[in-house]
């Protein structure tokens, strides 16, 4: 890449760097471009979850079987544990809905400010960047704005994918899985 990129020089880098990421094969679930793919279409932490939707399942309805003989508490919490699995599979895949086509859509301000905004809140507990989506719009090209999504997405999406579980059952608990 040469030193000083200014321009268009540095409109098409982005551009291409975009391209030639999203060239490679995608898993099928996240569509993240920089997880290798692992089994069946799928990188590793999505198959982990696809193993686990099937353990639990199994276990689940193995107990339900023989349900005289195992407390309802533990039933419960067999039954939850399949309920977070299927919801895991589902946060996965509209992870690939909400980041899969960066290098094609249009990215606006507002969705860097979100974007921003989100990581703000993780590292700091309050949003410094509330009411930047002109300053965004006004400062960068839409191939420097998708390159930002995607690198600032990146963070994000490691955030989401290590509380999988937790975000899962979080959302369970409090009913919002009905509802997607
Ligand atoms: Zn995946």
Redesign the pocket.
């Known amino acids: 890449m040469p030193k000083d990129l200014t321009g268009s020089s540095c409109q098409d880098y982005a551009a291409q760097f975009l391209k030639s990421l999203f060239q490679r094969p995608r898993?099928d679930?996240?569509q993240?471009v920089e997880?290798p793919l692992y089994r069946r279409g799928?990188?590793r932490?999505?198959y982990r979850i696809s193993r686990q939707i099937v353990r639990s399942e199994a276990v689940r309805k193995q107990s339900h079987q023989v349900r005289g003989s195992i407390p309802t508490s533990h039933l419960l919490a067999l039954d939850l544990s399949a309920k977070t699995a299927r919801r895991m599979a589902v946060l996965?895949k509209s992870e690939g809905q909400a980041y899969g086509d960066i290098h094609v859509r249009s990215v606006g301000g507002l969705a860097l400010e979100r974007q921003f905004s989100r990581l703000s809140r993780c590292f700091v507990g309050r949003d410094l960047f509330d009411g930047d989506a002109t300053l965004f719009d006004w400062s960068f090209t839409l191939n420097q704005k998708r390159l930002l999504d995607y690198l600032v997405s990146s963070l994000n999406r490691e955030f989401a994918r290590r509380h999988r579980q937790g975000i899962a059952a979080a959302q369970i608990t409090h009913g919002s899985a009905s509802r997607s």
Do not use: T
């Open positions: 898993c679930w996240c993240h997880q799928l990188c932490h999505c996965a």
